[in-house]
Structures are given as C-alpha cells and as structure tokens.
C-alpha cells in the first residue's frame, strides 16, 4: 500500500491502487549495486480502480500497452539515481504524467469538404500546367 497520488485537482488514485517494491538495480554503481535495492517497482491496477472512468481507462491502456505486466497492471520502473526514495519519487512522477495524457479527450475531427471555389481553382490550375506540358511535346506528324 501506498500513500494516494493526486494527478490533478479532480483525480487522486487511491494508495490501495498502488503498490511499490524495491529490487537491485543495474548499471554501473560498484559494490553498491549489489547490496542496495535502490530500483523502484511502481504497479498500478488501473483496471480495477474507481478513480477512473471508462474511456480514461481505455486511453491508459492504449498508451501504456508496452508497460503492463501478466496481470494486466501498469508496471511503472525508475532507476535514474541510487536514492530509493527519489526513484520512488520519479516513479510516481511517471504515472502522473501517463495519467494525464490518459485524461485529455481527444478532439473528434469533423471531416470537411472543399468549397465550391477551391474545386475549380484546384481545376484551373490543372489545366494551366497541362497546357504548358503540351507545349514541350514534339509535334505528331500526319501522313
């Protein structure tokens, strides 16, 4: 269990939703990486949450598609310094981005036609450069 991760004003995901675990990290750090989990393991259940509503759901699961574990949870890792807690820190600062982009509902685009104008300037200007390509053929001969 951890403690609750505001993302904006509006949604806070609840500590039961998140659960964080320490393992060794790699990468260079002498003697130290081997005696320090300072690696963060941060797993949020998004599917079983509450603090987030369907659609969102569906957004999160689209962006981190890559990042989910067997279960099917968001698996979210920070190595970046030898502190744990920092790492913790970005850890959480990671989902907090990820939930963010999860919450902006994307604009539906509303297909256009061209106007009436831009059809026959569009035409226009087809027949323009075809005409200056006809000047540059050889003329046929007829026998």
């Not at 039961?16 to 949020?44: I, M, Y």
């Not at 969102?56 to 190595?79: C, F, M, V, Y």
């Not at 920092?86 to 256009?112: I, Q």
Request: no cysteine; hydrophobic share 35%; net charge positive.
């Amino acid at each position: 269990m951890s403690t609750p991760l505001v993302i904006n004003d509006k949604v806070t995901l609840p500590g039961s939703d998140l659960e964080w675990t320490a393992v060794r990290a790699s990468g260079p750090g002498g003697q130290n990486v081997n005696k320090v989990a300072s690696k963060v393991e941060l797993t949020f259940d998004f599917e079983g949450t509450v603090a987030l509503n369907d659609p969102a759901r569906a957004r999160l699961r689209a962006l981190a598609k890559n990042s989910l574990d067997a279960e099917g949870r968001l698996l979210i890792t920070s190595q970046k310094t030898r502190d744990q807690a920092k790492n913790l820190a970005d850890a959480r600062d990671k989902l907090r981005e990820l939930v963010l982009k999860a919450l902006v509902v994307p604009k539906v685009r509303k297909p256009t036609k061209p106007s009436k104008g831009a059809k026959q300037r569009r035409l226009t200007t087809k027949k323009k450069v075809s005409a200056k390509k006809a000047t540059r053929k050889k003329p046929r001969r007829d026998d």
